[in-house]
């Protein structure tokens, strides 16, 4: 698996996403930028310039028409993908953790960070998927977070049933997507290390979480039943599921700030391959010289991209072996 | 961990806080009873209580009268545990001195009672001390040698878990045992296994048999240190705390207030002897003022080989060694020795040729007094008699280092030159068998040795030398390790030392034998740079250099490891395997350990959070005679052949459970995905 | 007019005479310049003849020095070969018949064996290790139990 580096951000990545062929990248760094990238090549497409301060998310509708960013600019941000073009600015009063669309690119959500005397809230705004019609400014739906501690991570289940969410106190919760009524909340994680990713699988019947406390866990949205538990040696930043073959891929490190030496063989920058299904750990591939803060798989599962804090994103495409291999 | 739901910790306080002040008092013994055949003591049991329930409250399952196995009868005596301690004190009055029939009469006495009484001494020597835990029936304490399959048992502390878990030849350890706050310092087993210690603020406590339950406990508070008797009878608990002991305390007396140690009987539980800790020679500030930390001696008080002398050393002054059981001095006085600074007792009775009765034996040194030149000397116990002394010249200091079965000890004398600058190292070897225990000296060495180590039941030895130190160095010196053996000789006898081979530009410090000898591992540990673990066998079963011909080995470097942040290193009792680990004690750095075989073969990396230690079970001595381990070697190709089909079975049934469980796991993510997948076409059909 | 004729002719005489003389000339000083181009071209081809040669003899110096250095190397290496690796034929080598390379990969090949002969000495000795340890272990349980019983 010879890497392609993508080069151009000069910050820590924050998150990196597919398009859903597969064949672009998107990828927001701290540098307060926006980049799409060819996934085959490695070339930019473009860049989208506006955030006025760090991106932490990123996400594609399902037609690779609109893009959504937010960060600690306070505000979630719709382009064009094609031409550039700022198409919508939401505001806020606290920075934007996360953005995710639902699975027919109808629904937008986004989730803000909690501050003085601001809760943590989950926001859902309705999309027109013309790219050239006006954007709503109203909230079809708003989740006050109170009596949960604050949200990390959030996304919309299968046919936008469910919101699940993930916690700071390592907990998982559904809410029902409609009323933004809170369903179950399970505790998945050990205590007070956070959920820091959530990624569907396909079909968004079920999901996978990293978190703090060196694992990750595959979950049923239906039941929030934990599946399969994946053991890591390090702190976990992100996980994905890969579709075609059973794997699931984790990435993290522990932070420079944690780390007691400067040994670099402390930090454990590799991203690792375990078997969805039997839960052991298959093969792990180095290169970034920083903890992995996102791993994203390919729709079309033939190669995988990580976002390092060292400010690189690495493309692996893989080699037929990985096909064979059973 | 389910294992938790065993540990009663009520008892564990009930012990050091309720029960040592009135715990016991609710006990009481009675004496004069019948004796009767065992199958009538229940009977018998009825008609007692039948009185005890007169002056206050117990019943059969608090009522214990043991039965003397040879003669399958009753003892005459019994223990009984009322409700509380006044019920106790009111049986003792009402009911001493009645009679139950006409031929018997039956004494009543607080057990408190009797346990004091016994502590004192004013009691003769026949008595037999009463248990203090009769109601537990007795484990087989020596289960785990039983394994089938000849496993080795290891105990593992880390985070708050102490686990106890079976080393399998194969694949991941099995867990015997995990509990949660086991100890609060650290755990230790007893020399020959038989019992895992673990350290509380109150004291120590043992545990052992197949249910891992308490077997004795002793009340030390603040004990920071323990050290058990070879033959595992005594105990020696150390605190640097001085025990404060109030009048009227159950276990301890006032003869304990302000000790730092106590002597410990296994059997009865009860302490024999208590001592203060000495302070070391020299200075207790610097020039500034500032307190000096003293490095402290351990174990102090030094057990001979066959447990029945323990000894202490009085640096500068002499030597007292107590008699056991009774812990007196010996002949009533310390032996002088004037400036005293080391001594080592052999670690096995040693026969020494043209002596009948072996007796026991300790090696010291004094340093170079007035004109008198520094000295090495050997003493008997008890008989006190020289054996041997070596007069010694410009010594900086010594070292002396028992080979294990006494057949050897090396002196290992720094010598700096007459301008008192520059140091080399001499090794006067006695030859303690030999008749008029000849000294060898191996004078070859340039550099300073700062570590020796004799072969575990051989004669070849291993040390580490290195380079002065450039002042201001940023690391330390290179080091060279130095492999040794005796040259062949006629006959039985042992030739001399000769120099085998030397590597030089190595970082090694440590030196660990396999317990049998032949292997060894020659390590760094606890540096920051290097890690290195090279594992040698001096008697490699190939092609022997011709220059080597006239040595007793054959050395070859097996194989050479990497282990990171290695801070401990210990071999199992049967020399198969090797644990290095990296504690937390030490450093926060990819905690952990790993399993190496003989050879240097990794064989599991288990990186772990917090691990704090890792111990193998020691195993006693071989239950087996000469000519028992002869047969055994003389048919071991049968044995061969069982063990090399037995292994291949589990193999294939380890493989086929593999596959079997994949297979399972595989059907059910598929069952449960087929499930999804319907349901959500129906959902969207919807 | 007879005489003019004749001053005429002397003039015509005169004139091929110059003519002849001029073209003699010419002639001349174009031999004189091809036989200047001439012996400078021999001297160039002798100029190059020389450098060429001068090539040569350091080529065969260099290589000749080459064949040196490497036939000192090899016999370096062999007697590497010969103290520090057990298990190669020494004598069965001709040393004019090898390269480094070979010589290299001999070295790796004996290598490479006496590793595979002490770990397969050494796997040998494992197993007695493991078997002779278990055997008497389990000839031990026998006494446990009367180990017990004392």
Redesign the interface.
């Known amino acids: 698996m010879r890497p392609i580096l993508l080069s151009g951000h000069e910050r820590a990545l924050t998150q990196v996403k597919f398009s859903k062929e597969g064949d672009l990248i998107f990828s927001v760094s701290k540098d307060h930028n926006a980049c799409a990238w060819y996934a085959n090549n490695g070339e930019r497409f473009g860049v989208y310039k506006g955030h006025q301060g760090a991106l932490w998310t990123v996400d594609v509708d399902p037609n690779t028409v609109l893009l959504a960013t937010g960060g600690a600019d306070n505000t979630i941000r719709l382009w064009e993908v094609k031409t550039g073009k700022l198409l919508k600015t939401w505001e806020f009063g606290t920075a934007i953790k996360r953005v995710e669309f639902s699975e027919d690119g109808r629904l937008l959500l986004g989730v803000t960070e909690k501050r003085q005397g601001q809760l943590s809230t989950v926001i859902v705004y309705e999309i027109n998927p013309d790219p050239e019609a006006e954007q709503t400014s109203e909230q079809s739906l708003r989740i006050v977070c109170d009596e949960l501690p604050k949200v990390t991570v959030a996304g919309f289940s299968y046919l936008s049933k469910y919101i699940i969410t993930g916690h700071e106190d390592g907990s998982v919760s559904k809410w029902d997507a409609k009323t933004g009524e809170l369903l179950q909340n399970v505790f998945v994680h050990d205590a007070d290390l956070q959920v820091t990713d959530l990624q569907w699988s396909q079909d968004r019947t079920y999901f996978i979480t990293a978190s703090k406390d060196k694992t990750a866990k595959l979950m049923t949205v239906d039941e929030l039943e934990v599946l399969k538990t994946y053991v890591a040696d390090t702190p976990l930043n992100s996980a994905a599921i890969t579709p075609v073959k059973d794997y699931v891929i984790l990435g993290g490190g522990q932070a420079a700030m944690d780390v007691t030496t400067t040994s670099a063989r402390q930090g454990k920058f590799e991203a690792r391959f375990y078997h969805k299904v039997f839960e052991e750990e298959i093969g792990r591939v180095r290169g970034h010289f920083g903890p992995l803060n996102y791993v994203a798989v390919s729709p079309t599962g033939t190669c995988y991209c990580s976002g390092g804090e060292d400010g690189y994103v690495r493309v692996h495409h893989f080699d037929p072996p990985y096909f064979d291999f059973k | 961990y389910e294992e938790e739901d065993d540990i009663d910790y009520s008892d564990l306080y009930e012990q050091y806080e309720v029960q040592m002040e009135e715990g016991l008092d609710a006990f009481v013994v009675l004496d004069g009873l019948p004796k009767v055949p065992a199958e009538s003591a229940g009977k018998l049991t009825n008609f007692v209580l039948k009185r005890l329930n007169t002056a206050g409250k117990t019943s059969s399952e608090r009522f214990f009268m043991p039965i003397d196995e040879a003669t399958n009868m009753t003892g005459g005596y019994a223990f009984v545990e009322y409700e509380t301690p006044a019920q106790a004190i009111a049986a003792v009055k009402s009911l001493n001195g009645t009679a139950l029939d006409k031929k018997h009469v039956m004494a009543v006495n607080k057990l408190t009672d009797i346990e004091r009484y016994g502590r004192e001494g004013r009691i003769d020597e026949e008595y037999k001390a009463p248990e203090i835990e009769p109601f537990v029936e007795k484990d087989?304490l020596?289960w785990w040698?039983?394994?089938?399959?000849?496993r080795d048992q290891f105990v593992m502390y880390r985070g708050d878990n102490v686990g106890v878990f079976w080393n399998e030849?194969d694949g991941q350890p099995d867990s015997i045992v995990d509990r949660q706050h086991w100890t609060e310092s650290f755990v230790q087993w007893s020399p020959k296994g038989t019992y895992l210690t673990s350290i509380h603020a109150q004291g120590v406590q043992l545990w052992g048999g197949p249910s891992w339950s308490r077997q004795k406990r002793f009340a030390h508070p603040g004990v920071n240190l323990i050290d058990f008797s070879p033959d595992e009878k005594y105990l020696t608990t150390w605190s640097h705390r001085p025990l404060q002991v109030d009048e009227g305390h159950p276990i301890l007396s006032v003869e304990e207030d302000g000790k730092n140690y106590i002597i410990w009987d296994l059997a009865t539980g009860k302490a024999l002897r208590s001592f203060v800790t000495l302070d070391m020679p020299g200075p207790s500030t610097d020039p500034e003022g500032n307190p000096i930390k003293k490095k402290l001696q351990w174990p102090a008080f030094k057990w001979s080989a066959d447990s029945k002398y323990v000894a202490r050393m009085t640096p500068g002054q002499g030597i007292s060694v107590y008699e056991l059981p009774r812990m007196n001095l010996l002949d009533k006085a310390s032996i002088k020795i004037e400036g005293v600074v080391d001594f080592e007792w052999a670690p096995a009775t040693p026969q020494r040729e043209g002596i009948k009765t072996y007796e026991q034996l300790f090696c010291y040194w004094t340093p170079e007094l007035g004109s008198n030149p520094a000295k090495v000397g050997l003493m008997t116990v008890p008989s006190k008699e020289i054996v041997r002394t070596r007069n010694l010249f410009n010594v900086t200091d010594a070292k002396l280092h028992w080979q294990s079965e006494a057949a050897f000890v090396c002196v290992k004398v720094d010598r700096h030159s007459k301008s008192k600058k520059s140091l080399a190292t001499n090794l006067e070897i006695f030859r303690v068998k030999e008749k008029g225990v000849p000294v060898e000296v191996v004078d070859s060495i340039k550099d300073t040795v700062i570590n020796f180590a004799w072969e575990p039941k051989g004669d070849r030895f291993v040390l580490i030398t290195a380079g002065e130190i450039p002042a201001g160095a940023a690391v330390p010196p290179k080091t060279s390790v130095s492999f040794f053996c005796p040259e062949k000789a006629k006959g039985n006898q042992i030739g001399n030392f000769k120099l085998i081979r030397t590597v030089d530009k190595k970082n090694n410090n440590a030196i660990h034998w396999s317990p049998n000898g032949r292997f060894v591992l020659v390590a760094t540990v606890l540096s920051q740079q290097s890690f290195d673990l090279d594992f040698y066998?001096f008697d490699?079963?190939?092609?022997k250099d011709e220059k080597d011909k006239d040595l007793t080995a054959n050395l070859?470097l097996?194989s050479t490891a990497d282990h990171?942040g290695v801070t401990d290193i210990e071999w199992d009792p049967?020399?198969?395997y090797v644990a290095t680990s990296a504690s937390v004690w030490k450093h926060?750095?990819?905690n952990g350990y790993h399993l190496y075989?003989?050879?240097g073969q990794l064989l599991r990396e288990e990186?772990i959070e917090q691990f704090k230690q890792f111990a193998w079970r020691p195993r006693p001595a071989?239950?087996?005679s000469k000519e028992?381990?002869k047969a055994?070697?003389k048919?071991?190709r049968e044995?061969?052949r069982q063990?090399d089909e037995a292994d291949e079975a589990r193999r294939n049934t380890a493989n086929r459970e593999i596959v079997e469980q994949?297979r399972r796991?595989?059907d059910e993510?598929l069952a449960?995905r087929e499930k999804?997948?319907q349901?959500?076409r129906e959902?969207?059909e919807d | 007019k007879e005489h003019l004729d004749t001053i005429a002719r002397r003039e015509v005489i005169q004139k091929k005479k110059e003519t002849a003389a001029n073209a003699q000339a010419a002639r001349e000083r174009e031999e004189a310049t091809k036989k200047k181009m001439r012996a400078q071209q021999l001297l160039e081809a002798e100029t190059q003849r020389l450098a060429e040669e001068q090539r040569e003899r350091e080529a065969r110096r260099l290589k000749a020095e080459q064949q040196r250095v490497q036939r000192e190397e090899m016999e370096k290496q062999i007697k590497e070969l010969k103290q520090g690796v057990k298990g190669v034929d020494i004598d069965s080598l001709d040393i004019d018949e090898l390269d480094t390379g070979r010589i290299r990969m001999i070295k790796l090949q004996a290598l490479e064996k006496e590793k595979n002969e002490i770990g397969e000495k050494l796997r040998i000795t494992g197993k007695r290790l493991d078997h002779l340890e278990r055997a008497y272990r389990r000839e031990e349980i026998k006494h446990l139990g009367e180990d017990y019983a004392a």
């Open positions: 087989h020596r040698l039983g394994d089938h399959e000849g030849k066998d490699f079963e190939g092609e070859q097996m990171y049967s020399g198969r926060r750095m990819e075989d003989f050879k990186p071989r239950l087996l028992e381990q055994v070697r048919n071991l044995y061969s063990f994949r796991l595989l993510w449960w999804t997948v349901y959500l959902e969207r």
